[in-house]
C-alpha cells in the first residue's frame, strides 16, 4: 500500500498562504484553492489511516487510490513552488516547509506579480490539478480503511536500552558458546613447530538465517583475536557485492597507509595483485561478512595470499552452498529459550537491573516463541512494546500475522507500520544507501530537511534539531543500529540490519518511493537500464521521483524511456561511471542532488537553475570549476563539497545567504572577508585551512555567524596568542554553539585568552588540540556547562582540582585529556562521573567499588621505569617509589561496566624486565575482570629501552667527573674532554645530579635563576624522598648570583645517596638530551630551541 504521505504534509499549509497571495484573489484562483485545500485535508487522513495498514490487507484500488494521491501531491507542490520562485525571482527562503517563511515568501510574490511571464500556466496547472482531486475525491468515498492506530513517540533522545543492545558484541545474550567454538576450529593456539597443517590458512564459514547473529559473532572473535596477527581486516560484501568497494576497504583496514592512496580508478586484477604483495609474508586475520554467491566468494578468495603463515580467515553466509565451498562449516543456531527470554527482558528493562513489573506470563512466552531464537526479531518485537501497556500487547500479538515461518520479516513489517507517518518517508529514504554501509547520521538528516520530510510544529526549535528527533525515535525502535554511541546525545554513524534493509528496499520499490539501480553488471546499456526500470516500476503511470544509481558503468543517462528529469525531486549517484550525462537544467524540480565517487562528465554551467535545489553534495568528484551560477540557488540549505579537484573555494559560495550547511573539504583558498555574509549557517565544517592570512581571516569572520550551532575547522597554522583572542572574541558572539571541534598546528599556550570566553550553557561537545592548558578553564564546571557530554583538551599538568571539577559534570559521557603532569594515584570518588563511558588518560587512576558505573572504555599510560616519569615533565615531588611503580593494582575489577581497556606503555629507559612486568600486571587485571574486556597495550619508545649492562657501560662513556666540574662528552667528534677525569664509584652507591647550564643572552640571567628555585625544591624532595640519605653538595661560587657574565656557563651541584636499591634509580643516557649545554667553556652555549626541548631533562639526573 502507500507508505509515505508524499508531499502532503508540507503542501497544506503552503496552500494556505497561497490564499492570501494577491495573485489568486485577482485571477479568481481562490475558490479553487480553498476548495482544493479542504480536499487535501481530508486526503490526507485518508493516506494517514492506511499507512497504518500492512499492503496485503488493502485491496488493489485502494492502493492504487492511495498512489494517484501521492502523485498528485507531487505535482502540486512543484506547481506552487513554480509560482513562488518564478514571482519572486528566485529569491525565495531556504526552507518552504516553515510556514512563517512562506507566508513572506508570497508577500515577496504579490510585490512582484506584474513581472510574472508564466501566470497563464500556473493558473492552468492550478486548474487542472483540482479537477483531478475532484474526480480522486469521488472515488475516495466508495472506500473504508481499517487500521490500527500508531501512538506517535514523544522520545527526544536515544533510549539508554537499546545503547545497551549494540554497545559491545561480546556481551550480547548467549554468544559465548558460541564465540568459544569457533576460535577452537580456528586453531588459533596452534604454534610454530606444530604439523605443517597448522602453518597453512583456515578458514571457517558462518551459516544460518538471517538476524541470527552471523554478523555479530564473526565481529566478536575478529576483535578479540586481531591482536594476535600481523593486521586484520572486517569486511561486508551485501547481496549486491561492490567486490572493488571491498577491496579497498579491506587494504584500508590492513594497513592505514592505504588511506593516502587513490584506488578509485582500480580495477580487481589491481586490488588482487596489491593485496598479494601486501600479504605475502604476513600472519593476516580478515572476516568476510555477508556472502551470498559463489562467485563472489571465488573473487575474494583468489585475491587472498595463501601463505603459510598460519593466517585465518571467517566468512559468514545463509546460504549452505557458499559455505561449504569456503571451509569449516559452523551453523549458528538459534538462541534457547531462556537466553531468548533474558534479550527480550533486556529490551524490556525500565532501568538497568529492574525490570517492569506484571510483564512476565504466558503472553510473553508466546510473543518469544514466536520469535523462534532469532535476536533481530526479539530485539524488534520488544521495542513496539516496551512503550505500551502491557494490556495492548496482545492486540500486537494479534496484529503481527504470526505464522510457521519468517516470523521476522513479519515482525519488521509490523514495526514499520506502527510509526507514525513522519517517520515513514525518513527511514524509507535510507534505501539509497549502499547495503552495510556506515551511513552519516549528520548528512542523513539533512537530506531529509532537504525532501521536506522534515517540519517544525509551533516553537520547536530548528529543523535539524527536530530531524534528530526522528532519527532518535528511529534508534527507538530498533530500525537501524546506531555505530560506536560513545555520546549520550548524539551518534555520529549508524547501519541498517540487512534483513530491515531488504524490507524498505524493496517496498521503496514496489510503492514508487524510490528507485535504486545498482545491478551488478560492470557495464549497463541503455536497453539493460529501461529494464530495469520496468522491473522496479509496477504502475506502468507512475514516474521516477527519487533515483540512486549505485556501482553502475551507463552509457546514457537518462535513457528515452525514463521519463523523469521533469520530475525527478532525487538524484544520487555513487561510485558508477556515466558516459553521456543530460545537462542539469533538465532536473529542474530536484531537491537533493549527490555525485560521490563517480565518474560523470557533469558541467555545473547550469546548476543555477535548479532553483527547488536544497540538498547539493560533491564527493570525491573533480568538476571543472563552481560557476558563478551556483549563486542563483536561493533555496539551497546544505553544500557539501569534499576533494572535487579545486584549490579554492569560489567567492560565489558566499552568496548563498539561506545555507544552513558547508561541508568544505581540500581547498587550500577560501574567500576572503566574505564568509560572514553567510549567517544563516547551523554548521560549518572547514577541512584543511592553509596560510596565515587565511586563517585569520576565517576566525574574524566566523564571528559573523551567530546562529552557528556545529563548528569544526582544521587549521594548518599554529594559533598564536594573537589568533587565539580573535577566535575567542568571535565564540563569544555565537548564540547557542552545541559542538566546538578545533584541529591546529603546534602546541601554543592559551590559558589567559581563553578565559575570557564565556562557553554557553548548551554546549554538548568540546575539542580543542593544537593549544594546551596549565590548568583546567575556569568556565568548564558543572553550573555553566551542565550539558556537556563530550571533551577533549590538552593540559600541561592535570591537579587534582580539575579532576575533581571534571568529575561533578552530570552529563559527561567522553573524556579525553592530554597532559604532561598528573596527580600520582588519583582515586576516582563514587559519586563523581556518573555516566562517563569512555576514558582517556595519561595516567592511572584509583577506582573504587561503584566509580565509574557506566565506563565501557578505558585508556591510560603507565611509565616502566624512573626515566619515564623524567621524559614526561613529571615534577619530582610527584614520583612514586619504586613499590608505587609496581603498584598497579587499580581497581579495574570495580568498573562493572568495563569492555575495552588501553594501555600506552613508556618503555623510555627501562629494561625489557621491567616493561615486561609492567604489561603483565595490567594484563592480568584485566583479563581476571568479570566482563572479560578486550586489552590493547601499546609499548611506546621501544628502541630507547636499555639493558642493565647497557646502563653501565653508557654512563661510563658519557660521564666523567673530577673535583670542581663535570663534563659531558656529546655526539659531536671535536668536543674537548677534561683530561682530570676519573671513573665513576662502584655500584653502590647513587648519585643525584643537578646541573645548571648557561644559555643565550637573552635568556641566561631568568633561565638560571629558575633553576636556582628549581635546584632547592627538588633537593628538598630528594630529602623527603630518602630522609636517611646523607646529603652533601658542591655548587659553583657563582651559584646565588647568576649573570651572563658568569665566570663558567656549567654549574653542578652533586648529591650522594649511599645504600640505596640499585633497580630504584635507572640511568638516564645522555644521548637523550641536548648535552652542549653540560660541556666545557668551549662547547657553544644551549639555543634557545634546544631549551625548549631539555631544560626539564637537565635537572634531575640518576647516576648509578
Same mark, same amino acid.
Given at each position: 500500500?502507500?507508505?509515505?504521505?508524499?508531499?502532503?504534509?508540507?503542501?497544506?499549509?503552503?496552500?494556505?498562504?497561497?490564499?492570501?497571495?494577491?495573485?489568486?484573489?485577482?485571477?479568481?484562483?481562490?475558490?479553487?484553492?480553498?476548495?482544493?485545500?479542504?480536499?487535501?485535508?481530508?486526503?490526507?487522513?485518508?493516506?494517514?489511516?492506511?499507512?497504518?495498514?500492512?499492503?496485503?490487507?488493502?485491496?488493489?484500488?485502494?492502493?492504487?487510490?492511495?498512489?494517484?494521491?501521492?502523485?498528485?501531491?507531487? @505535482?502540486?507542490?512543484?506547481?506552487?513552488?513554480?509560482?513562488?520562485?518564478?514571482?519572486?525571482?528566485?529569491?525565495?527562503?531556504?526552507?518552504?516547509?516553515?510556514?512563517?517563511?512562506?507566508?513572506?515568501?508570497?508577500?515577496?510574490?504579490?510585490?512582484?506579480?506584474?513581472?510574472?511571464?508564466?501566470?497563464?500556466?500556473?493558473?492552468?496547472?492550478?486548474?487542472?490539478?483540482?479537477?483531478?482531486?475532484?474526480?480522486?475525491?469521488?472515488?475516495?468515498?466508495?472506500?473504508?480503511?481499517?487500521?490500527?492506530?500508531?501512538?506517535?513517540?514523544?522520545?527526544?533522545?536515544?533510549?539508554?536500552?537499546?545503547?545497551?543492545?549494540?554497545?559491545?558484541?561480546?556481551?550480547?545474550?548467549?554468544?559465548?558458546?558460541?564465540?568459544?567454538?569457533?576460535?577452537?576450529?580456528?586453531?588459533?593456539? +596452534?604454534?610454530?613447530?606444530?604439523?605443517?597443517?597448522?602453518?597453512?590458512?583456515?578458514?571457517?564459514?558462518?551459516?544460518?538465517?538471517?538476524?541470527?547473529?552471523?554478523?555479530?559473532?564473526?565481529?566478536? *572473535?575478529?576483535?578479540?583475536?586481531?591482536?594476535?596477527? @600481523?593486521?586484520?581486516?572486517?569486511?561486508?560484501?551485501?547481496?549486491?557485492?561492490?567486490?572493488?568497494?571491498?577491496?579497498?576497504?579491506?587494504?584500508?583496514?590492513? !594497513?592505514?597507509?592505504?588511506?593516502?592512496?587513490?584506488?578509485?580508478?582500480?580495477?580487481?586484477?589491481?586490488?588482487?595483485?596489491?593485496?598479494?604483495?601486501?600479504?605475502?609474508?604476513? &600472519?593476516? =586475520?580478515?572476516?568476510?561478512?555477508?556472502?551470498?554467491?559463489?562467485?563472489?566468494?571465488?573473487?575474494?578468495?583468489?585475491?587472498?595470499?595463501?601463505?603459510?603463515?598460519?593466517?585465518?580467515?571467517?566468512?559468514?553466509?545463509?546460504?549452505?552452498?557458499?559455505?561449504?565451498?569456503?571451509?569449516?562449516?559452523?551453523?549458528?543456531?538459534?538462541?534457547?529459550?531462556?537466553?531468548?527470554?533474558?534479550?527480550?527482558?533486556?529490551?524490556?528493562?525500565?532501568?538497568?537491573?529492574?525490570?517492569?513489573?506484571? *510483564?512476565?506470563?504466558?503472553?510473553?512466552?508466546?510473543?518469544?516463541?514466536?520469535?523462534?531464537?532469532?535476536?533481530?526479531?526479539?530485539?524488534?518485537?520488544?521495542?513496539?512494546?516496551?512503550?505500551?501497556?502491557?494490556?495492548?500487547?496482545?492486540?500486537?500479538?494479534?496484529?503481527?500475522?504470526?505464522?510457521?515461518?519468517?516470523?521476522?520479516?513479519?515482525?519488521?513489517?509490523?514495526?514499520?507500520?506502527?510509526?507514525?507517518?513522519?517517520?515513514?518517508?525518513?527511514?524509507?529514504?535510507?534505501?539509497?544507501?549502499?547495503?552495510?554501509?556506515?551511513?552519516?547520521?549528520?548528512?542523513?538528516?539533512?537530506?531529509?530537511?532537504?525532501?521536506?520530510?522534515?517540519?517544525?510544529?509551533?516553537?520547536?526549535?530548528?529543523?535539524?534539531?527536530?530531524?534528530?528527533?526522528?532519527?532518535?525515535?528511529?534508534?527507538?525502535?530498533?530500525?537501524? %543500529?546506531?555505530?560506536?554511541?560513545?555520546?549520550?546525545?548524539?551518534?555520529?554513524?549508524?547501519?541498517?540490519?540487512?534483513?530491515?534493509?531488504?524490507?524498505?528496499?524493496?517496498?521503496?520499490?514496489?510503492?514508487?518511493?524510490?528507485?535504486?539501480?545498482?545491478?551488478?553488471?560492470?557495464?549497463?546499456?541503455?536497453?539493460?537500464?529501461?529494464?530495469?526500470?520496468?522491473?522496479?516500476?509496477?504502475?506502468?503511470?507512475?514516474?521516477?521521483?527519487?533515483?540512486?544509481?549505485?556501482?553502475?558503468?551507463?552509457?546514457?543517462?537518462?535513457?528515452?524511456?525514463?521519463?523523469?528529469?521533469?520530475?525527478? &525531486?532525487?538524484?544520487?549517484?555513487?561510485?558508477?561511471?556515466?558516459?553521456?550525462?543530460?545537462?542539469?537544467?533538465?532536473?529542474?524540480?530536484?531537491?537533493?542532488?549527490?555525485?560521490?565517487?563517480?565518474?560523470?562528465?557533469?558541467?555545473?554551467?547550469?546548476?543555477?537553475?535548479?532553483?527547488?535545489?536544497?540538498?547539493?553534495?560533491?564527493?570525491?568528484?573533480?568538476?571543472?570549476?563552481?560557476?558563478?551560477?551556483?549563486?542563483?540557488?536561493?533555496?539551497?540549505?546544505?553544500?557539501?563539497?569534499?576533494?572535487?579537484?579545486?584549490?579554492?573555494?569560489?567567492?560565489?559560495?558566499?552568496?548563498?545567504? %539561506?545555507?544552513?550547511?558547508?561541508?568544505?573539504?581540500?581547498?587550500?583558498?577560501?574567500?576572503?572577508?566574505?564568509?560572514?555574509?553567510?549567517?544563516?549557517?547551523?554548521?560549518?565544517?572547514?577541512?584543511?585551512?592553509?596560510?596565515?592570512?587565511?586563517?585569520?581571516?576565517?576566525?574574524?569572520?566566523?564571528?559573523?555567524?551567530?546562529?552557528?550551532?556545529?563548528?569544526?575547522?582544521?587549521?594548518?597554522?599554529?594559533?598564536?596568542?594573537?589568533?587565539?583572542?580573535? /577566535?575567542?572574541?568571535?565564540?563569544?558572539?555565537?548564540?547557542?554553539?552545541?559542538?566546538?571541534?578545533?584541529?591546529?598546528?603546534?602546541?601554543?599556550?592559551?590559558?589567559?585568552?581563553?578565559?575570557?570566553?564565556?562557553?554557553?550553557?548548551?554546549?554538548?561537545?568540546?575539542?580543542?588540540?593544537?593549544?594546551?592548558?596549565?590548568? /583546567?578553564?575556569?568556565?568548564?564546571?558543572?553550573?555553566?556547562?551542565?550539558?556537556?557530554?563530550?571533551?577533549?583538551?590538552?593540559?600541561?599538568?592535570?591537579?587534582?582540582? !580539575?579532576?575533581?571539577?571534571?568529575?561533578?559534570?552530570?552529563?559527561?559521557?567522553?573524556?579525553?585529556?592530554?597532559?604532561?603532569?598528573?596527580?600520582?594515584?588519583?582515586?576516582?570518588?563514587?559519586?563523581?562521573?556518573?555516566?562517563?563511558?569512555?576514558?582517556?588518560?595519561?595516567?592511572?587512576?584509583?577506582?573504587?567499588?561503584?566509580?565509574?558505573?557506566?565506563?565501557?572504555?578505558?585508556?591510560?599510560?603507565?611509565?616502566?621505569?624512573?626515566?619515564?616519569?623524567?621524559?614526561?615533565?613529571?615534577?619530582?615531588?610527584? =614520583?612514586?617509589?619504586?613499590?608505587?611503580?609496581?603498584?598497579?593494582?587499580?581497581?579495574?575489577?570495580?568498573?562493572?561496566?568495563?569492555?575495552?581497556?588501553?594501555?600506552?606503555?613508556?618503555?623510555?629507559?627501562?629494561?625489557?624486565?621491567?616493561?615486561?612486568?609492567?604489561?603483565?600486571?595490567?594484563?592480568?587485571?584485566?583479563?581476571?575482570?568479570?566482563?572479560?574486556?578486550?586489552?590493547?597495550?601499546?609499548?611506546?619508545?621501544?628502541?630507547?629501552?636499555?639493558? !642493565?649492562?647497557?646502563?653501565?657501560?653508557?654512563?661510563?662513556?658519557?660521564?666523567?667527573?673530577?673535583?670542581?666540574?663535570?663534563?659531558?662528552?656529546?655526539?659531536?667528534?671535536?668536543?674537548?674532554?677534561?683530561?682530570?677525569?676519573?671513573?665513576?664509584?662502584?655500584?653502590?652507591?647513587?648519585?643525584?645530579?643537578?646541573? =645548571?647550564?648557561?644559555?643565550?643572552?637573552?635568556?641566561?640571567?631568568?633561565? +638560571?635563576?629558575?633553576?636556582?628555585?628549581?635546584?632547592?625544591?627538588?633537593?628538598?624532595?630528594?630529602?623527603?624522598?630518602?630522609?636517611?640519605?646523607?646529603?652533601?653538595?658542591?655548587?659553583?661560587?657563582?651559584?646565588?648570583?647568576?649573570?651572563?657574565?658568569?665566570?663558567?656557563?656549567? %654549574?653542578?651541584?652533586?648529591?650522594? =645517596?649511599?645504600?640505596?636499591?640499585?633497580?630504584?634509580?635507572?640511568?638516564?643516557?645522555?644521548?637523550?638530551?641536548?648535552?652542549?649545554?653540560?660541556?666545557?667553556?668551549?662547547?657553544?652555549?644551549? %639555543?634557545? @630551541?634546544?631549551?625548549?626541548?631539555?631544560?626539564?631533562?637537565?635537572?634531575?639526573?640518576?647516576?648509578?
Amino acid at each position: 500500500m502507500e507508505l509515505a504521505l508524499g508531499a502532503m504534509a508540507g503542501l497544506a499549509p503552503k496552500l494556505g498562504d497561497l490564499l492570501m497571495a494577491e495573485y489568486v484573489v485577482q485571477k479568481g484562483l481562490k475558490p479553487d484553492i480553498e476548495s482544493l485545500s479542504r480536499e487535501l485535508v481530508t486526503m490526507k487522513a485518508g493516506l494517514e489511516d492506511m499507512s497504518k495498514v500492512p499492503p496485503d490487507q488493502l485491496t488493489e484500488v485502494e492502493k492504487l487510490w492511495a498512489r494517484h494521491i501521492r502523485e498528485l501531491s507531487y @505535482d502540486m507542490e512543484d506547481a506552487v513552488d513554480d509560482f513562488v520562485l518564478r514571482v519572486a525571482g528566485g529569491e525565495c527562503a531556504a526552507d518552504a516547509t516553515d510556514a512563517n517563511v512562506f507566508k513572506k515568501i508570497i508577500g515577496k510574490a504579490t510585490a512582484a506579480v506584474k513581472k510574472v511571464k508564466h501566470r497563464r500556466e500556473i493558473s492552468d496547472k492550478i486548474k487542472d490539478i483540482k479537477k483531478l482531486s475532484d474526480e480522486l475525491a469521488g472515488l475516495r468515498a466508495k472506500y473504508t480503511v481499517r487500521g490500527l492506530g500508531a501512538d506517535l513517540a514523544t522520545s527526544t533522545g536515544i533510549d539508554p536500552r537499546v545503547r545497551n543492545l549494540y554497545k559491545k558484541e561480546s556481551d550480547l545474550v548467549g554468544i559465548e558458546e558460541s564465540r568459544d567454538k569457533v576460535i577452537r576450529m580456528l586453531s588459533i593456539e +596452534a604454534k610454530d613447530d606444530a604439523h605443517a597443517s597448522d602453518q597453512d590458512l583456515k578458514i571457517v564459514s558462518i551459516v544460518g538465517v538471517g538476524g541470527l547473529g552471523k554478523t555479530t559473532l564473526a565481529k566478536t *572473535v575478529h576483535d578479540m583475536l586481531k591482536k594476535q596477527f @600481523d593486521c586484520s581486516a572486517f569486511v561486508s560484501v551485501g547481496r549486491t557485492p561492490n567486490l572493488t568497494r571491498t577491496f579497498e576497504k579491506m587494504l584500508v583496514e590492513l !594497513d592505514k597507509k592505504y588511506k593516502q592512496v587513490d584506488m578509485a580508478r582500480w580495477d580487481i586484477e589491481q586490488f588482487g595483485n596489491e593485496l598479494h604483495e601486501f600479504l605475502e609474508q604476513k &600472519r593476516y =586475520f580478515i572476516v568476510v561478512d555477508d556472502i551470498w554467491d559463489v562467485e563472489s566468494w571465488k573473487e575474494i578468495r583468489h585475491a587472498l595470499e595463501y601463505n603459510n603463515c598460519r593466517s585465518r580467515i571467517i566468512m559468514t553466509t545463509r546460504n549452505f552452498e557458499v559455505a561449504t565451498k569456503a571451509g569449516e562449516v559452523y551453523k549458528l543456531k538459534p538462541l534457547s529459550d531462556e537466553n531468548s527470554e533474558k534479550l527480550f527482558y533486556k529490551r524490556i528493562q525500565s532501568q538497568e537491573g529492574e525490570s517492569l513489573d506484571g *510483564v512476565s506470563g504466558e503472553l510473553s512466552s508466546k510473543i518469544i516463541d514466536k520469535c523462534g531464537g532469532i535476536p533481530l526479531a526479539i530485539i524488534a518485537i520488544a521495542s513496539l512494546l516496551v512503550e505500551r501497556p502491557y494490556e495492548d500487547w496482545s492486540k500486537v500479538y494479534d496484529s503481527v500475522g504470526f505464522g510457521n515461518e519468517d516470523n521476522t520479516t513479519k515482525i519488521v513489517s509490523y514495526s514499520y507500520y506502527d510509526l507514525p507517518s513522519y517517520l515513514k518517508p525518513c527511514i524509507l529514504y535510507l534505501s539509497k544507501f549502499q547495503e552495510d554501509s556506515f551511513i552519516d547520521t549528520k548528512g542523513v538528516i539533512w537530506m531529509w530537511i532537504g525532501e521536506g520530510f522534515v517540519h517544525l510544529e509551533k516553537e520547536e526549535g530548528s529543523l535539524f534539531e527536530v530531524g534528530q528527533r526522528y532519527f532518535n525515535e528511529l534508534v527507538n525502535r530498533s530500525l537501524i %543500529q546506531p555505530m560506536d554511541p560513545k555520546y549520550n546525545w548524539f551518534t555520529q554513524f549508524f547501519r541498517i540490519h540487512d534483513i530491515v534493509f531488504d524490507f524498505i528496499r524493496k517496498l521503496s520499490d514496489v510503492e514508487n518511493f524510490l528507485t535504486v539501480l545498482d545491478s551488478r553488471e560492470q557495464h549497463a546499456s541503455p536497453d539493460s537500464l529501461r529494464n530495469e526500470k520496468k522491473a522496479y516500476m509496477p504502475c506502468s503511470d507512475s514516474k521516477v521521483r527519487r533515483l540512486a544509481i549505485q556501482n553502475h558503468h551507463v552509457q546514457c543517462f537518462p535513457v528515452d524511456s525514463m521519463e523523469m528529469p521533469e520530475v525527478l &525531486r532525487s538524484l544520487k549517484i555513487e561510485g558508477s561511471k556515466i558516459e553521456n550525462m543530460a545537462p542539469l537544467h533538465w532536473f529542474r524540480v530536484c531537491r537533493v542532488l549527490n555525485f560521490q565517487k563517480c565518474h560523470v562528465p557533469i558541467s555545473l554551467k547550469h546548476l543555477g537553475r535548479l532553483l527547488h535545489l536544497k540538498y547539493l553534495d560533491i564527493s570525491y568528484t573533480v568538476v571543472d570549476e563552481l560557476p558563478k551560477e551556483l549563486g542563483h540557488l536561493k533555496s539551497l540549505q546544505s553544500l557539501v563539497l569534499i576533494n572535487i579537484g579545486l584549490d579554492e573555494l569560489s567567492p560565489t559560495v558566499c552568496s548563498l545567504t %539561506q545555507l544552513m550547511c558547508l561541508v568544505a573539504q581540500g581547498f587550500k583558498r577560501f574567500p576572503a572577508n566574505r564568509m560572514g555574509n553567510l549567517t544563516s549557517l547551523e554548521e560549518l565544517r572547514l577541512e584543511t585551512v592553509v596560510g596565515r592570512s587565511t586563517t585569520e581571516d576565517l576566525v574574524v569572520e566566523l564571528g559573523k555567524l551567530t546562529r552557528l550551532r556545529m563548528v569544526r575547522m582544521t587549521l594548518a597554522e599554529e594559533l598564536d596568542e594573537s589568533l587565539q583572542k580573535a /577566535l575567542v572574541r568571535s565564540l563569544c558572539s555565537l548564540r547557542e554553539p552545541q559542538e566546538l571541534v578545533l584541529f591546529s598546528s603546534g602546541s601554543q599556550q592559551g590559558d589567559t585568552v581563553w578565559e575570557d570566553w564565556e562557553a554557553p550553557m548548551q554546549l554538548r561537545r568540546l575539542l580543542i588540540q593544537g593549544i594546551r592548558f596549565t590548568r /583546567l578553564p575556569g568556565w568548564i564546571n558543572r553550573s555553566r556547562l551542565p550539558r556537556l557530554c563530550s571533551l577533549s583538551l590538552g593540559m600541561y599538568a592535570v591537579g587534582v582540582h !580539575d579532576l575533581d571539577n571534571l568529575a561533578r559534570l552530570p552529563e559527561l559521557s567522553y573524556l579525553q585529556l592530554g597532559g604532561f603532569s598528573w596527580p600520582p594515584g588519583y582515586t576516582v570518588g563514587k559519586d563523581g562521573f556518573r555516566n562517563l563511558r569512555f576514558c582517556h588518560v595519561g595516567t592511572t587512576l584509583k577506582f573504587p567499588m561503584g566509580a565509574m558505573p557506566r565506563l565501557e572504555e578505558l585508556r591510560f599510560s603507565v611509565y616502566a621505569g624512573y626515566w619515564s616519569w623524567v621524559v614526561n615533565d613529571v615534577p619530582l615531588e610527584q =614520583f612514586p617509589t619504586k613499590d608505587e611503580i609496581k603498584d598497579l593494582d587499580l581497581g579495574l575489577d570495580n568498573l562493572l561496566s568495563l569492555e575495552k581497556v588501553t594501555v600506552r606503555v613508556d618503555c623510555m629507559g627501562a629494561t625489557a624486565a621491567e616493561v615486561q612486568e609492567v604489561v603483565a600486571v595490567v594484563t592480568r587485571a584485566v583479563k581476571n575482570h568479570p566482563n572479560r574486556p578486550t586489552i590493547k597495550v601499546d609499548r611506546a619508545y621501544e628502541g630507547n629501552m636499555l639493558s !642493565d649492562k647497557h646502563r653501565v657501560a653508557l654512563l661510563q662513556q658519557t660521564i666523567r667527573t673530577n673535583t670542581d666540574k663535570m663534563v659531558c662528552s656529546s655526539n659531536h667528534p671535536n668536543t674537548e674532554i677534561d683530561d682530570r677525569r676519573h671513573d665513576l664509584p662502584q655500584l653502590g652507591s647513587t648519585a643525584l645530579v643537578f646541573s =645548571f647550564g648557561a644559555g643565550s643572552e637573552e635568556h641566561h640571567e631568568s633561565t +638560571a635563576r629558575k633553576r636556582c628555585a628549581r635546584r632547592k625544591r627538588a633537593i628538598g624532595s630528594a630529602r623527603k624522598l630518602r630522609p636517611s640519605t646523607r646529603l652533601a653538595e658542591k655548587e659553583h661560587p657563582n651559584f646565588e648570583d647568576p649573570s651572563p657574565s658568569s665566570a663558567s656557563p656549567v %654549574q653542578v651541584a652533586r648529591v650522594d =645517596f649511599s645504600g640505596i636499591d640499585n633497580s630504584v634509580c635507572p640511568i638516564i643516557p645522555t644521548q637523550q638530551v641536548n648535552v652542549s649545554c653540560l660541556s666545557t667553556e668551549e662547547t657553544s652555549p644551549i %639555543q634557545q @630551541d634546544d631549551y625548549k626541548h631539555s631544560q626539564s631533562l637537565l635537572d634531575l639526573w640518576f647516576l648509578v
